[in-house]
Nanobody, 125 residues
């Protein structure tokens, strides 16, 4: 599976952006998907995850109630709708796929099988 993230750019604080991650290859619907981000000088952190069928989602506390992860298995695409953006949301965002358990994502213990190249989000205050 190859993953390609897009949709990053410059946004003002309080604004919105939607990121997309398109997957190529077979069996996208088998994979749980997550978004991560890495700000300059900081470690990569989990942002949001979604079950393979889209039935369950999980968010980092820092983005809960502001970001929404969703997926369209017919289009082999996962989305991250970001609203009420803050300067601290500035980072490169990555999507990742795992054939493992969604519960492991929630526990923060999941090892991911595939990673996409990042897309840069810059939020100006």
């Amino acid at each position: 599976v190859q993953l390609q993230a897009s949709g990053g750019g410059l946004a003002q604080a309080g604004g919105s952006l939607r990121l997309s991650c398109a997957a190529s290859g077979r069996s996208f619907s088998r994979y749980a998907m997550s978004w991560f981000r890495q700000a300059p000088g900081k470690e990569r952190e989990f942002v949001a995850g979604i079950h393979s069928a889209g039935e369950m989602t999980h968010y980092a506390d820092s983005v809960k109630d502001r970001f929404t992860i969703s997926r369209d298995n017919d289009k082999s695409t996962v989305y991250l709708q970001m609203s009420a953006l803050k300067a601290e949301d500035t980072a490169t965002y990555y999507c990742a796929a795992t054939a493992g358990s969604f519960l492991s994502i929630v526990a923060g213990k999941q090892v991911y099988d595939f990673w996409g190249r990042g897309t840069l989000v810059t939020v100006s205050s």
